[in-house]
């Protein structure tokens, strides 16, 4: 339980403290049951949070907020005339606050807040809110999603969190009706539709997202959750099987499916140019999943605070990739920076006698001495996956890594065969010497588990990996 000084606690991360402001519980499952407790606790925001002051009254919290106390009244609750008075106050606290100097996601939830504002209340001020909302959602719209329908920021989390965005926004604009205009209700359903499809390429067999950029389970609602949503809003989802190879253009994903087997792999640029900070060194990696499990994954995200935990799992080194000369593929610093980061180049696919083949390659390493482009295969069958990994320039040193999921033990003497439940995996690795590390996997904020790495330093510029099941 919260004390009147948790609110702003300097002994605790940013992300915990803006997620006590958020208020994210009250349209939580199962809700209704903590009616009298989030009565209080609405009661006591408003009491311990003087306007202006502290970790709550920040754009970005104030955001979700104001959107999660309206849908709590339009659930069928009523606020106390103190805390409706607030929402006017935070309301045109953030109408001066706009985070245009962040864009992305944050602009767009600042956006979302200001309608939602403006829907509820009434009056000339309201009427103001309501027009700016709606005026940068329009703008925001056709900037942050992609072709394909996928977010510009490339987090399929980040993604998720804004089609369920787009998906309160339409229903707002049914308990309003013609609160947005028809021509952005009509852009909203055909991008939730894009959306919804993205997010199908993106998840794996068990239900969750990839782990690519800045992403992790239990914060965005998952893709059936999304789907049902969307459902009830005339969105009927699309239940066409996905093909074999799908790729995903405009974002920079291709997943591959055969036999047994689900491949999702990176052969994108980090992000927009101008907004890289949810951005991992992550080129040419790859999740892989068999039999509905995950087996090899990349290393997750467990934190936004600045320090070494934050810059290891944004580095190559947490990856399924090559880290050249200790370097990271992408310059990652602090918290949400990126300084050179790869290019995508030489990218396609295609399918060969019934194997799924995936080529790409990155100039991220041409800055080092080296001059190296690292250049990837993958070749997918209903039994194998073969890596092929091939260094040009003169790289001091190269590791390819391969990380497995936590529950993933050697079950022969040589180390070269993995189990974990009912799924085996045997590998073998030419061109490169390999050891076991023992290392962590972070798919939750505030999780680590422990997992097992395979490196696998290269004596030259050429390496296979290759991996089999039956």
């Not at 927009?272 to 892989?288: C, I, R, V």
């Not at 300084?339 to 060969?352: G, K, T, Y």
């Not at 995996?425 to 588990?449: I, L």
Request: aromatic fraction near 10%; proline fraction near 5%; charged fraction near 20%.
């Amino acid at each position: 339980m919260l004390v009147a000084g948790d609110w702003n606690r300097a002994d605790w991360p940013k992300l915990w403290l803006y997620n006590a402001h958020y208020f994210d519980d009250l349209v939580a499952d199962e809700a209704p049951v903590r009616t009298r407790w989030h009565r209080d606790l609405i009661r006591r925001w408003v009491a311990e949070n003087a306007p202006g002051r502290g970790n709550g009254w920040e754009p970005y919290p104030s955001s979700l907020r104001i959107v999660n106390w309206v849908k709590w009244v339009l659930g069928g609750n009523k606020l106390e005339p103190t805390a409706v008075h607030s929402l006017a106050v935070q309301a045109r606290y953030l109408r001066q606050r706009l985070e245009i100097h962040l864009l992305g996601n944050h602009l767009w939830a600042n956006a979302k807040a200001l309608v939602f504002a403006g829907a509820f209340f009434e009056g000339d001020e309201a009427e103001a809110w309501l027009r700016k909302g709606t005026a940068l959602l329009e703008r925001e719209l056709v900037e942050q999603f992609l072709p394909d329908g996928g977010h510009f920021e490339r987090s399929p989390m980040y993604h998720s969190i804004l089609l369920e965005d787009v998906l309160d926004l339409l229903q707002l604009n049914r308990v309003y009706p013609g609160v947005l205009s028809s021509a952005l209700v009509a852009a909203l359903h055909t991008g939730a539709g894009s959306m919804l499809r993205w997010l199908r390429v993106m998840t794996h067999p068990d239900g969750d997202i990839a782990l690519f950029n800045d992403a992790a389970f239990g914060i965005a609602p998952s893709l059936v959750s999304l789907e049902a949503y969307a459902d009830g809003l005339g969105i009927s989802p699309d239940c066409t099987p996905l093909a074999s190879l799908e790729v995903l253009e405009a974002s920079g994903y291709v997943r591959m499916s055969k036999g047994p087997a689900v491949l999702i792999a990176d052969v994108g640029r980090v992000g927009p140019d101008y907004l890289p900070g949810h951005a991992h060194a992550d080129t040419l990696s790859f999740e892989l999943s068999l039999h509905g499990r995950r087996v090899l994954v990349n290393g997750g995200t467990s934190t936004y605070e600045t320090g070494p935990l934050r810059l290891r799992q944004r580095g190559t080194a947490m990856h399924n990739t090559v880290e050249v000369d200790g370097q990271d593929s992408s310059e990652v610093w602090g918290s949400f920076r990126v300084a050179r980061r790869a290019l995508p180049m030489n990218v396609r696919c295609f399918e060969d006698g019934g194997t799924l083949v995936l080529e790409g390659a990155h100039h991220g390493y041409a800055r080092l001495p080296g001059k190296v482009v690292h250049s990837r295969r993958w070749e997918l069958s209903a039994d194998g996956l073969a890596v092929v990994d091939v260094l040009s320039g003169k790289p001091r040193t190269a590791v390819g890594r391969f990380r497995f999921a936590p529950g993933f033990d050697t079950t022969s003497s040589a180390g070269n065969r993995v189990a974990g439940g009912d799924v085996h995996v045997a590998w073998q690795v030419s061109g490169a010497d390999t050891v076991w590390v023992p290392d962590a996997w972070y798919p939750r904020f505030g999780e680590e588990h422990p997992c097992r790495v395979l490196e696998c330093t290269m004596a030259a510029g050429h390496t296979t990996t290759e991996f089999s099941w039956t």
